[in-house]
């Protein structure tokens, strides 16, 4: 669990997957408020790689504005922000970087998504995304601010943050993986989401005064979605058309009530002058 300072402004992006110029639009977001007075700090809710590689004749309208994934330069670029801005730009892990390091094949474009980025990466390539990806945590706290940022809903069932400190990340190994760990770190990175009641129990057990969870994993196409509080499904990028991608922005001295306060107060279009497809002006 990585826990965010008390001052300055919280910009928070889900699901890149491989969409370098919308990476571009939020890195140009974050380098203009981390110049001023209190700075800034980036979050991404995990899933930064693994995008479609088709030409556009062949693009699918469900998945909004055409792109060419490019997580190879992603990655770069992504590293490049962070090297630039020592501890205030943040990556979590997703169930896509989690097939890297022994979570679950993903398949969403490539038989093995994992294993197109190692082929494309090189062998040191590799070696090095799997040791960042590492490091990165599941989820990312703004007590002050009552906010959670993870990449899928809160499902798991957890008592304290020390549940996911102890979390082995390794899955696929039915030898030496115990199945309770198993059950909880596919929750974190796999669910779509979750009752009032087990959400709340999951923020209370991180600390007492988050009030919303923030995450990504499923698309909303009209960029955000309250299926019911405490939890905010914001998609920035994947999925959606460019007039309704959306990104966080938030004083991290400001308390949020709820979700829904969240999303009323906070919400920022992506591409500010791109016309909605599915959200209302």
Known sequence: ??????????????????????????EAVFEREVETADGAVLVITGDLVHGPEIPEIQWPVHLGTYYHGDSPELIARARALADRHPGRVHFLLGNHEHAHIGGPVVSKFFPN??????????DSGSEALRAWISTWPFVAIAPSAGLCMMHAAPHAAIESPEDLENLALAVNDDEEVDLDERATIIALLWARSTSSERARAFLGALDTRLTTAVYGHDVAHSGYAIDREPLLCLSSSFGCYDGDKLYLSWDLQEPADSASHVARVGLRPLYPSAQPVHRAR
């Open 1 to 26: 669990m990585l826990q965010l300072p008390d001052r300055g402004r919280l910009i928070v992006a889900t699901d890149l997957q491989g969409n370098v110029r919308d990476f571009s639009a939020i």
């Open 113 to 122: 998504e994992a294993e197109r980025l190692e082929h494309l990466l090189g």
